[in-house]
């Protein structure tokens, strides 16, 4: 079992340009969740897909978008990039919770992305 | 608000007990995790506490949770080289699914 990888590993974009980040979740993990980590900072969450659909969504701007795939890998699409954008940006997979339980969530490596 | 808080910067001796400390706001907390984060790497949980409970014991790592003064802390005993990192705590909450909410890490710093 790979685990949650994530491409690619490392990503220079210029101001203004769009990207897609890509995470392909846990074996047997349904729920893929993304995390942006600024330098220096905790993982902010920016949203979280299960069944194809957003489940819910941190504290970002629409510029910031996402999907789930049927296989339930994921897309983060950031459009218009700002400076301030770069981050290293962390996916999470873990398994649909139930009610109350606990969840393990499993982190990629992250891909760092740098805005120039 | 979901706001939660830990020291910028710890450093023991090889041998020694490290405690981490972290303090968070939202009374609602479900569970209260810890996750280390190696150099240019994702994160690793460590271990996790359910909100009702007050210690968890696992192996070398103790987490005590003292929810009236909303604050947790990790002991590492026995603490060596290979634990130097960054350690952040989070949370979930009633209402918040597994979203994670982080505090913004502590490094740990180990010295022979």
């Known amino acids: ?116 | 608000g979901e706001d939660v808080e830990q020291s910028l910067f710890l450093s023991v001796r090889e041998g020694d007990s490290s405690v981490i400390n972290c303090t968070y706001t939202d009374s609602s907390s479900t569970y209260l995790y810890w996750y280390k984060q190696e150099p240019g790497a994702g994160l690793q949980l460590l271990t996790y506490i359910f909100s009702n409970m007050d210690m968890k014991q696992d192996q070398r790592l103790t987490v005590l949770l003292n929810k009236k003064d909303k604050h947790l802390s990790l002991r590492i005993a026995d603490t060596q080289t290979g634990d130097s990192a960054i350690y952040f705590c989070a949370e979930t909450f009633t209402g918040g699914g597994n979203k994670l909410t982080f505090g913004t890490g502590t490094q740990l710093k180990v010295e022979l």
């Open chain 1, 1 to 116: 079992d790979a685990g949650v990888t994530q491409s690619p590993t490392h990503l220079i974009k210029t101001r203004g340009q769009q990207v897609t980040l890509r995470c392909s979740p846990k074996s047997g993990h349904d729920t893929v969740s993304w995390y942006q980590q600024a330098l220096g900072q905790g993982p902010q969450f920016i949203f979280q897909y299960y069944e194809e659909e957003e489940r819910q969504r941190g504290n970002f701007p629409d510029r910031f978008s996402g999907h789930q795939f049927p296989n339930y890998s994921s897309e983060l699409n950031v459009n218009a990039l700002w400076l301030g954008d770069s981050a290293l940006y962390l996916c999470a997979s873990s398994l649909e919770p139930g009610q109350g339980s606990n969840t393990e969530a499993f982190f990629g490596q992250g891909t760092r992305l740098t805005v120039v």
